[in-house]
């Protein structure tokens, strides 16, 4: 008969580097561009991430779009990438993103990368609502079904404020 051992046996744990350079997060990849093509639409992409107000940064510069780098990319498996742009200036004139609000359900919008990736989505519903009455939160969502959403200004001007009264919200789904 064989004796068991006098006290627990240790077992060998691997130790694992726990300092912040040692697991560093994958990078992001961001987009730089966003296309959609019938309607001859191409600007550049900044990652952003909120003004003062607490919106969206933007450019001043409408043929800039801001990307909000702190939600879902383009290439992500889930939740919202929001792309918006001013939709002209005083300064600049019209913007591109004015053509948002005539793309119908189907169209081609295209995103490409810093490092040259695209991801292609098909537009699945355009809507202008009244800025007071959008739903941010879903909007910005991170979690649900993934999707581009590419916003601007629309609507009625107000000379008052010197603002849209409006937002036109182009949603749009991967394409397999």
């Not at 959609?36 to 510069?61: F, K, N, Q, R, Y």
Request: aromatic share 8%.
């Amino acid at each position: 008969m064989t004796e068991p051992p006098a006290g627990p046996v240790a077992s060998t744990v691997p130790l694992t580097d726990a300092s912040l350079g040692a697991n560093a997060a994958e990078p992001v990849v961001q987009p730089a561009r966003v296309q959609v093509p019938s309607l001859g639409i191409d600007v550049v992409v900044s990652p952003e991430g909120v003004d003062g107000t607490g919106a969206l940064a933007l450019s001043d510069d409408p043929a800039i779009a801001s990307w909000y780098r702190y939600g879902p990319t383009p290439w992500s498996a889930s939740g919202t990438s929001v792309i918006a742009a001013h939709v002209d200036s005083f300064d600049y004139g019209v913007g591109q993103f004015a053509l948002l609000k005539d793309a119908p359900a189907g169209t081609e919008v295209m995103t490409t990368s810093v490092d040259g990736q695209t991801a292609r989505f098909s537009v699945q519903s355009v809507s202008m609502l009244e800025k007071n009455g959008v739903d941010w939160n879903a909007v910005f969502d991170r979690e649900g079904e993934h999707r581009l959403a590419l916003i601007t200004c629309g609507g009625e001007f107000d000379y008052s404020t010197g603002h849209y009264l409006s937002n036109v919200i182009v949603y749009a789904v991967p394409i397999a």
